[in-house]
């Protein structure tokens, strides 16, 4: 097993919105924050791998953790050149938490799939005054060097709502880029769901291919999380990755070492599986892989 290089590590579970797309309800078992001890313990258990890029989000929203920049400051101070990725819903206020963890983190997501009507029925209990008071709010933010950016979610009926989201919030709020990701499905047992019609995809193609985020060709022997990543759940719990969120856990960083989790047979039979392009039932249906032909007739077709 290599050296970590990449770490998506949940420190809280809760949410305040109930997104279309998203199976928490299937997975999370009790609402938790991680506390800053056992924080500690985490980044202790990760101290020695060159950990290039993070992400401190997962299964709910970042900044309901009410020490939130506390978790930011801490993974920054144990791994100083590591680029740090967060991501928000922005349905929650612009406080000095919010204001103080952009001091720490390299790029912020601003995640926002869809305009008005759509953004509000897919990401469900989220309100567009809510999130426009949030843009206003931050306008008068000190950034510090953290990139904020769009991150928008497309799926087959909000297609056409991104050149009103490039045009009303990604410019008028000086949002550096608009990042577009072809939504996927997250649960072991299921398919992703497909319904883009040929003139959706070709409007995509015409107008934001540089915008698309992902690889294509791609299958599962160029899958990065079993060579060097690490997914970990707000109990500490290590599944393969972030895109199976309802699988079982493959070990525990509280309770073992990085090296004894990798080492394990759930885990080396999931890596061997990916390696000789011959997946076991985790990987079988892997929404990346199904999403590699669409990728590819997006950027090439």
Same mark, same amino acid.
């Given at each position: 097993?290599?050296?970590?290089?990449?770490?998506?590590?949940?420190?809280?579970?809760?949410?305040?919105?109930?997104?279309?797309?998203?199976?928490?309800?299937?997975? *999370?078992?009790?609402?938790?924050?991680?506390?800053?001890?056992?924080?500690? #313990?985490?980044?202790?258990?990760?101290?020695?791998?060159? *950990?290039?890029?993070?992400?401190?989000?997962?299964?709910?929203?970042?900044?309901?953790?009410?020490?939130?920049?506390?978790?930011?400051?801490?993974?920054?101070?144990?791994?100083?050149?590591?680029? %740090?990725?967060?991501?928000?819903?922005?349905?929650?206020?612009?406080?000095?938490?919010?204001? #103080?963890? %952009?001091?720490? *983190?390299?790029?912020?997501?601003?995640? *926002?799939?869809?305009?008005?009507?759509?953004?509000?029925?897919?990401?469900?209990?989220?309100?567009?005054?809510?999130?426009?008071?949030?843009?206003?709010?931050?306008?008068?933010? @000190?950034?510090?060097?953290?990139?904020?950016?769009?991150?928008?979610?497309?799926?087959?009926?909000?297609?056409?709502?991104?050149? %009103?989201?490039?045009?009303?919030?990604?410019?008028?709020?000086?949002?550096?880029?608009?990042?577009?990701?072809?939504?996927?499905?997250?649960?072991?047992?299921?398919?992703?769901?497909?319904?883009?019609?040929?003139?959706?995809?070709?409007?995509?193609?015409?107008?934001?291919?540089?915008?698309?985020?992902?690889?294509?060709?791609?299958?599962?022997? @160029?899958?990065?999380?079993?060579?060097?990543?690490?997914?970990?759940?707000?109990?500490?719990?290590?599944?393969?990755?972030?895109?199976?969120?309802?699988?079982?856990?493959?070990?525990?960083?509280?309770?073992?070492?990085?090296?004894?989790?990798?080492?394990?047979?759930?885990?080396?039979?999931?890596?061997?599986?990916?390696?000789?392009?011959?997946?076991?039932?985790?990987?079988?249906n892997c929404s990346y892989k199904e999403l590699s032909p669409l990728l590819e007739s997006l950027f090439w077709g």
């Amino acid at each position: 097993m290599k050296h970590i290089k990449y770490a998506y590590l949940a420190t809280t579970n809760y949410c305040n919105l109930d997104c279309s797309f998203c199976n928490r309800k299937e997975v *999370i078992k009790s609402l938790k924050h991680m506390s800053l001890e056992t924080f500690a #313990e985490v980044l202790k258990k990760l101290e020695g791998h060159p *950990i290039e890029e993070a992400k401190l989000m997962g299964m709910g929203e970042p900044y309901l953790h009410p020490q939130f920049d506390e978790i930011c400051k801490m993974f920054k101070e144990a791994f100083p050149n590591a680029y %740090l990725i967060v991501a928000t819903n922005c349905q929650h206020r612009v406080n000095k938490r919010f204001k #103080e963890s %952009l001091k720490y *983190i390299d790029q912020l997501y601003f995640s *926002i799939d869809g305009y008005k009507e759509s953004f509000e029925r897919d990401r469900g209990g989220a309100t567009w005054t809510k999130l426009i008071k949030f843009l206003d709010d931050f306008s008068a933010v @000190d950034r510090y060097d953290c990139e904020v950016v769009c991150n928008y979610v497309v799926n087959p009926d909000n297609v056409y709502d991104i050149p %009103l989201v490039n045009s009303e919030i990604v410019k008028v709020y000086g949002l550096k880029d608009l990042r577009l990701n072809i939504a996927q499905n997250w649960s072991e047992d299921e398919s992703m769901v497909g319904g883009y019609t040929e003139e959706q995809l070709d409007y995509l193609r015409r107008n934001y291919k540089e915008n698309i985020k992902g690889e294509a060709p791609w299958t599962w022997s @160029d899958c990065f999380w079993v060579k060097e990543a690490v997914y970990m759940t707000v109990e500490g719990d290590i599944t393969v990755c972030c895109l199976n969120t309802s699988a079982e856990p493959v070990g525990n960083i509280l309770e073992q070492t990085i090296e004894e989790i990798h080492s394990s047979f759930a885990y080396d039979e999931i890596r061997q599986g990916c390696a000789n392009n011959e997946p076991n039932i985790h990987c079988a249906n892997c929404s990346y892989k199904e999403l590699s032909p669409l990728l590819e007739s997006l950027f090439w077709g």
